[in-house]
């Protein structure tokens, strides 16, 4: 299993997600994509998409104003 990191500080929608979703597609199953963000709605928006297409997903306030997202290739 491999862990990826992917910096989308200030960033906002759909950004983070169109480079969630690209950089999922190089990922084997079993990896973990780590998203990080300073917008809420990142991660609502990366939630709601990884929830429809079935992949685990967390969202996670690391600090205040600051999210990691965890994705899991499926």
């Avoid at 190089?26 to 609502?44: A, E, F, P, Q, R």
């Avoid at 297409?53 to 690391?62: C, D």
């Amino acid at each position: 299993m491999t862990v990826k990191k992917l910096d989308c500080l200030s960033e906002v929608c759909p950004i983070p997600l169109l480079k969630a979703m690209k950089e999922l597609k190089n990922m084997k199953s079993g990896d973990i994509l780590i998203l990080n963000s300073d917008h809420s709605c990142v991660g609502i928006d990366v939630k709601e998409w990884a929830e429809k297409h079935n992949y685990p997903v967390e969202v996670v306030e690391v600090e205040d104003g600051e999210w990691e997202v965890y994705i899991q290739k499926i």
